[in-house]
C-alpha cells in the first residue's frame, strides 16, 4: 500500500514558467514531509521541507505547500529554469519511525529552454 | 559538509555470486540506511540501521542482508544476486529522529547489474 503518491510521473514546462509537482499522502500521522531532486547517476539531494504545523514554506525558487485537511503537498518552482529538469521525489515523515522517511515514486521534470 | 561515501559506482556481477555494497558515512549519524531505485517505483527501503549491530528490515528485505560493526560504516549483501536485483543502490545516514533528524543525506549509488 503506497502511502505516499505521486499520479504524475513526467512533467514537461517551458523555462521561465511555473513547475508545479504534486504529491498526495494517506497517513495522518506523517508530520514532517521532504522534497528530493535527484539527477541521472546520482544520489538525490535535500531540496526543501515543511512541517505538519505550517502550511507554506519558502526558499528561493521554491516553495512547497501543506494542506493537511486534502492530505496534499505540492512543490512550486518559479521561475523555472533547465538545471531543474530532474526526477523530483516527494517523502513523508512518520512520528517517532525509526525508519524515517516514505517515498513516493517520483515525478521527472523537464524543463525545456 | 555531510559525505556518504559508496565503494563502487558500477558493478558487473554473475547470477549466484555474492555481492556487498560498502557504505561509510563521516558525520557520526546514528541511522543509515539501504534504498533501491527503479522506474516507477521510486526509492524502496530494504534495510535500516539505528544503531551498532542494530537492523530492521524494510518494505524489500527478501534476498539481502546487511552488516553494521562500526558505527559510521553500513554494507549491503546479496547473498546469491538474481537478474531481478539489477538496479541503482543508494545508500543514506541520518541523526536519530529524536534528536531532531529530519533529512536523510544519500551516497551517489552503485550500479548493480546481475547477468
Known amino acids: 500500500d503506497q502511502q505516499v503518491k505521486q499520479n504524475s510521473p513526467s512533467l514537461s514546462v517551458q523555462e521561465g514558467r511555473i513547475s508545479i509537482l504534486n504529491c498526495d499522502y494517506t497517513?495522518?500521522?506523517?508530520?514532517?514531509f521532504l522534497w528530493y531532486k535527484k539527477y541521472p547517476a546520482e544520489g538525490p539531494t535535500f531540496l526543501i521541507s515543511?512541517?505538519?504545523?505550517?502550511d507554506k514554506n519558502e526558499d528561493g525558487r521554491f516553495t512547497v505547500f501543506l494542506n493537511k485537511s486534502a492530505k496534499h503537498l505540492s512543490l512550486h518552482i518559479v521561475p523555472s529554469q533547465p538545471g531543474d529538469s530532474a526526477v523530483y521525489f516527494c517523502?513523508?515523515?512518520?512520528?517517532?519511525?525509526?525508519?524515517?522517511?516514505?517515498f513516493g515514486s517520483g515525478t521527472q521534470l523537464t524543463v525545456l529552454p | 559538509d555531510v559525505k556518504v561515501t559508496q565503494s563502487s559506482r558500477y558493478l558487473v556481477k554473475r547470477t549466484g555470486e555474492k555481492v556487498f555494497l560498502e557504505c561509510v558515512q563521516d558525520?557520526?549519524?546514528?541511522?543509515m540506511f539501504w534504498y533501491r531505485q527503479d522506474p516507477g517505483l521510486g526509492l524502496r527501503l530494504i534495510y535500516f540501521?539505528?544503531?551498532?549491530?542494530?537492523?530492521e528490515k524494510g518494505d524489500i528485505p527478501e534476498g539481502y542482508s546487511v552488516s553494521r560493526e562500526k558505527k559510521e560504516r553500513f554494507s549491503l549483501i546479496l547473498e546469491s544476486a538474481s537478474t531481478n536485483q539489477t538496479s541503482m543502490y543508494l545508500c543514506?545516514?541520518?541523526?536519530?529522529?529524536?534528536?531532531?533528524?529530519?533529512?536523510?543525506?544519500f551516497g551517489e549509488g552503485s550500479w548493480l547489474t546481475v547477468v
Open positions: 540501521s539505528y544503531d551498532v549491530k542494530m537492523k
Open positions: 515543511i512541517s505538519s504545523i505550517k
Open positions: 558525520m557520526d549519524h546514528e541511522n
Open positions: 543514506a545516514s541520518s541523526f536519530a529522529t529524536r534528536t531532531g533528524g529530519n533529512t536523510i543525506y
Open positions: 497517513n495522518s500521522m506523517f508530520d514532517y
Open positions: 517523502a513523508a515523515r512518520l512520528t517517532g519511525s525509526a525508519r524515517q522517511l516514505t
